[in-house]
């Protein structure tokens, strides 16, 4: 509800020049301003009427920026930032199973994720990044480090088969997910999601036991599906079927349910679960970089499945640039569907925010510019001669601007990035914590 009396003042009052709302109707209203009261974006109203009615206000002057919803990085690995470079060129069974999972089993601990995490987060936020869906060990760690720092995020209860750092098998990876899902259900920051690796690293059982709490907690579900043709073929000879329909047949899939990758689908798959009401998320450059395919994007959407945008883990990236996945995923579909039409700016733009809070359960919270959702904001400057002229700013805004344009970026209506510069975190320590990482893996080589 918008205010209208004197003594609902704003917190503060966003000048932009143009505030992209990415709402129903895509609008983007010049001369706009957003005002925020308690985090909460409290009124959308012209900008000289704003100043008139709230003459007291505290305004941020964005002249030249255009003032966007948080992006929403909708599957990654964060932690395995302080893993950027160690294995690239690779295919993905071999980049997993030789370099991956053997660095992980040496080196991953509390403190791995506390500080990878930490180090993902900076460059989240610096690049107007305010949600993440996260699947990752020690999801406690990065989640009380969000909560600490006022980073938006949903962490994955992760399960798997097999013994790893974190759990000795399924009962306790559950006991584990089960905890940190009592210890945040009531967060209005963080957020809890069942996070089961993929269906070639888990079994029915297990599987089945994540359906019923999923149901029982109502939290959503994130999950590798269908990553490569090769994943289809050995499910084929290990189970007669291919993934999609053993989840099926399982009852995984519903409308809580994300497939993360999904370059492998076939037009009666697609059908099927478009009618469960579940998401794709769709990682271009992680799946470009291990050739893992290329989701049929176009198809996806004709279908009427939700599709968002993740980046996947800096190990596989190797960046979490939303406005590089963003402008990427919009040049490959159009090659894919060989259609200039397929996935145009504006449908780009609600992969990487609105439609990335719908796959992970906060679609009512964040992710576009509208009365009574979260003040998750970012301010892009777009007066350098690399935007210019501004023709359509959601075009520019895929096809031209890149990160190093966000100036603020303000989560729950609280600033995370000034002018440039972070504000929860210090990037004198971070950049220490990393040099010591890369001195004892690279040391170790």
Same mark, same amino acid.
């Given at each position: 509800?918008?205010? +209208?009396?004197? $003594? ?6 966003? =000048? ?12 983007? =209203? ?106 990752? &060990? &020690? ?17 994955? !209860? ?22 940190? #899902? ?24 297990? =599987? ?8 029982? =907690?109502?939290?959503?579900?994130? !999950? #590798? ?35 993360? #990758? ?10 099927? &679960? ?31 499945? +939700? ?10 990236? +190797?960046?979490?640039? !939303? ?59 777009? %007066?350098?001669?690399? %935007? ?7 075009? $520019? ?6 990160? #190093? ?13 000034? +002018? ?13 914590? %990393? ?11």
């Amino acid at each position: 509800m918008a205010m +209208n009396e004197p $003594q609902d003042c704003p917190d503060t009052l966003l =000048l932009p020049s143009w505030v992209v709302t990415v709402d129903e109707a895509d609008r983007v =209203l010049p001369g706009h301003a957003v005002a925020v009261r308690d985090g909460i974006i409290a009124a959308i109203l012209p900008g000289e009427e704003a100043q008139r009615r709230w003459p007291d206000a505290e305004t941020v002057d964005l002249t030249g920026h255009a003032l966007m919803p948080g992006m929403v990085n909708a599957h990654t690995h964060a932690a395995m930032s302080l893993l950027r470079g160690l294995a690239d060129d690779l295919p993905l069974m071999q980049w997993l199973q030789e370099h991956i999972w053997p660095a992980e089993g040496r080196w991953v601990d509390e403190s791995f994720v506390h500080d990878g995490s930490g180090l993902a987060f900076a460059e989240m936020l610096r690049g107007g990044t305010t949600c993440l869906n996260d699947m990752y &060990f &020690f999801p406690e760690v990065t989640a009380r480090l969000a909560e600490e720092i006022g980073m938006r995020a949903v962490v994955g !209860m992760i399960v798997l088969d097999f013994p790893t750092q974190y759990a000795d098998g399924p009962d306790q990876y559950f006991e584990k997910g089960l905890a940190l #899902h009592d210890r945040y259900r009531s967060n209005a920051m963080i957020h809890t999601a069942f996070a089961p690796h993929a269906p070639y690293t888990v079994s029915d059982e297990p =599987l089945e036991r994540v359906r019923m709490y999923a149901d029982e =907690l109502d939290v959503p579900i994130q !999950m #590798h599906v269908q990553e490569t043709r090769g994943e289809c073929d050995r499910a084929m000879a290990d189970h007669g079927e291919r993934p999609l329909a053993r989840l099926e047949r399982l009852g995984l899939l519903s409308p809580g349910f994300a497939a993360v #990758h999904m370059t492998v689908a076939e037009d009666d798959e697609i059908e099927a &679960f478009a009618r469960t009401g579940a998401s794709v998320i769709h990682c271009p450059e992680s799946n470009l970089k291990l050739a893992s395919g290329f989701a049929p994007v176009q198809r996806l959407q004709k279908a009427g499945i +939700n599709v968002a945008l993740g980046t996947d883990g800096a190990a596989s990236n +190797n960046d979490l640039d !939303m406005f590089g996945e963003m402008r990427t995923a919009a040049l490959i579909a159009k090659a894919v569907a060989e259609d200039a039409e397929a996935v145009p700016a504006d449908v780009a733009l609600r992969m990487a925010t609105i439609n990335g809070a719908r796959a992970i359960g906060l679609g009512e919270v964040t992710g576009s510019i509208e009365e009574g959702k979260a003040a998750d904001l970012v301010a892009v400057d777009l %007066t350098p001669l690399e %935007t210019r002229p501004i023709y359509d700013v959601v075009s $520019q805004l895929v096809y031209a601007t890149g990160r #190093h344009q966000v100036s603020d970026v303000w989560i729950a209506g609280r600033p995370q990035v000034r +002018n440039g510069q972070l504000v929860t975190l210090d990037p004198d320590d971070l950049a220490n914590r %990393t040099a010591a990482w890369q001195e004892r893996i690279g040391g170790a080589r």
